[in-house]
């Protein structure tokens, strides 16, 4: 699906600009197999092919290894551990300022699970596909317990150095770092951009101060992944429980 997208939106730049002009008469469409259509037009995939090539091999180099299979699931999971941890770890390095807590949004990791084995690189385009930018932003304790009332009406997203449990689909006894919310201190969270900005009904974090990057999560991600010499791995902890 990946190299399908990208022959669209080279075949689509290739001929905008040499199109006609025409008046709107009628609108009709039907089902049409990519791959077939382009195997049957030689000349399409004289062109595409050098870039198809390139773009197999990048996409398969090897990124990292798994030693099981690592899912997706609410209220945690060891799938949403593995990213939110990379996010709080990559924005320690990246900022050089050590972050209290990192959440990443449940709906914005794509795939149910990593496989056992080797993760390409194509594979964590899969699991964060967007070009969300990593985030530092400043968030005093009473708006950080709107944003866990959030995430326990969602029934829990991924998140790393923050705990709480959801109780009548509020967070309760939430912790940062292992100790007790305090509304009066203004704690460090590291997130997307896509977020910060109000995504997902963050609308909480919009006006407060942050720190912008040029980091992609999702390179963010590889980066964390590459560092490893192991197999990756994340365990359940407990972060977040339902009563």
């Known amino acids: 699906m990946f190299y399908r997208f990208i022959l669209i939106v080279f075949l689509f730049s290739s001929f ?35 870039y198809k090539s390139t773009l197999s091999l990048t996409m398969n180099e090897v990124v990292c290894k798994t030693g099981s299979v690592l899912s997706k699931s609410k209220p945690e999971s060891k799938l949403g551990n593995l990213v939110a941890d990379a996010t709080f770890f990559e924005s320690e390095k990246y900022f050089g300022i050590k972050p209290d807590f990192a959440i990443v949004n449940y709906g914005g990791i794509r795939i149910p699970s990593l496989p056992k084995g080797d993760i390409s690189l194509g594979k ?28 326990a009406l969602n029934g829990g997203w991924p998140v790393s150095g923050l705990s709480f449990t959801i109780k009548n689909q509020k967070a309760e006894a939430i912790k940062i ?36 990057s040029n980091l992609l999560l999702r390179d963010a991600f590889i980066q964390h992944f590459k560092a490893k010499t192991s197999f990756i791995d994340a365990e359940i902890e407990n972060r977040i429980i339902v009563e």
């Open 16 to 50: 905008y600009s040499c199109r006609s002009i025409y008046s709107f008469q009628k609108l009709e469409y039907s089902s049409v197999e990519i791959d077939s259509t382009l195997k049957s037009n030689s000349h399409i995939v004289e062109i595409i092919e050098p």
């Open 124 to 151: 964590i385009y899969e699991l964060m596909p967007f070009d969300n930018y990593l985030n530092l932003v400043y968030i005093k304790g009473n708006i950080l317990e709107e944003v866990c009332d959030l995430i």
């Open 177 to 212: 770092q292992g100790k007790q919310l305090d509304h009066n201190i203004v704690y460090k969270l590291a997130i997307s951009d896509y977020l910060a900005n109000g995504g997902d009904n963050m609308s909480m974090l919009k006006t407060l101060k942050r720190e912008k």
